[in-house]
């Protein structure tokens, strides 16, 4: 019950900030969320004894978002270079006995938390903005339900054991079919712009795509032994716990618009 509850609670005062908040408002909660999911990586790597360069990493994290969305791309090479100068300084003068691991593990936690928040970003950003975001946090979500009931009901084959031993290839299917579902759905309501087809490829793309994302955090902790990335929302554990799947599929949904604009 918990569960449900914090999770309804989340969606809709997301729901409430993309429909009745501006594009700058969606850019400052997303460079929050990117501090915060750099906050509950770090926070692994610590509890996993892992070299955990934090006080770098977290606004590195939120800086890296706001380049992304605000730079050209003179800006967006900027940042790198300066994350590139910050690694560096980090394997130098972090104290860390493992000094390439230091530095590594700062710039993955810094690019995985902050470049995917600085795509939802700029798709929010874009005409048919709301629509489009709305689209993928929808379609990410019956992805991630039609894998759950699916899998609880009907797996049998395992997907990546090695990684999440309870997700199945049924749970699979059932998480793109939920997907393509959640995309057309919003494409009904919301994006006229948007034909049948991209609202089907959308969906099947965030379907796919989705579990990379999941699977990814699900490697790192059972890397670090950790079992939640943190506990700040009740029942589903931290950040990065719930926006597993959507750091992976604002990143190709965005990939996906911009190359629809240029085709």
């Given amino acids: 019950m918990t569960r449900l509850a914090s999770g309804v609670t989340l969606a809709l005062a997301i729901l409430a900030l993309i429909l009745y908040g501006s594009a700058t408002h969606f850019f400052w909660f997303a460079m929050v969320i990117a501090a915060i999911g750099a906050y509950e990586f770090f926070g692994m790597l610590k509890a996993g004894g892992r070299p955990s360069p934090m006080l770098a990493g977290v606004p590195a994290a939120a800086a890296l978002t706001a380049a992304l969305y605000l730079g050209s791309g003179q800006q967006t090479?900027?940042?790198?270079?300066?994350?590139?100068?910050?690694?560096?300084?980090?394997?130098?003068?972090?104290?860390?006995?493992?000094?390439?691991?230091?530095?590594?593990?700062?710039?993955?936690?810094?690019v995985f938390t902050g470049a995917p928040m600085a795509a939802l970003a700029l798709i929010r950003g874009a005409y048919d903005g709301q629509g489009?975001?709305?689209?993928?946090?929808?379609?990410?979500?019956?992805?991630?339900?039609?894998?759950?009931?699916?899998?609880?009901?009907?797996?049998?084959?395992?997907?990546?054991?090695?990684?999440?031993?309870?997700?199945?290839?049924?749970?699979?299917?059932?998480?793109?079919?939920?997907?393509?579902?959640?995309?057309?759905?919003?494409?009904?309501?919301?994006i006229p712009s948007f034909g049948a087809a991209e609202a089907v490829i959308s969906g099947l793309l965030v379907g796919v795509l989705g579990p990379i994302g999941d699977l990814a955090e699900s490697a790192i902790k059972r890397n670090v032994g950790v079992k939640d990335s943190g506990n700040l929302i009740p029942g589903h554990?931290?950040?990065?716990?719930?926006?597993?799947?959507?750091?992976?599929?604002?990143?190709?949904?965005?990939?996906?618009?911009?190359?629809?604009?240029?085709?």
């Fill in 77 to 110: 090479t900027m940042a790198f270079m300066a994350l590139f100068m910050l690694m560096a300084s980090v394997c130098v003068f972090g104290g860390y006995k493992d000094r390439l691991m230091a530095g590594g593990n700062l710039a993955f936690g810094v």
């Fill in 132 to 190: 489009f975001v709305t689209m993928l946090i929808t379609a990410t979500a019956l992805c991630d339900t039609g894998a759950y009931y699916v899998g609880r009901k009907f797996g049998k084959v395992k997907l990546a054991p090695s990684l999440s031993p309870g997700k199945t290839v049924e749970g699979f299917i059932g998480g793109v079919i939920g997907a393509v579902l959640g995309a057309v759905i919003i494409w009904q309501l919301m």
């Fill in 237 to 263: 554990g931290g950040i990065l716990d719930r926006a597993d799947s959507l750091l992976f599929t604002s990143a190709a949904f965005y990939l996906f618009l911009q190359l629809r604009s240029a085709l």
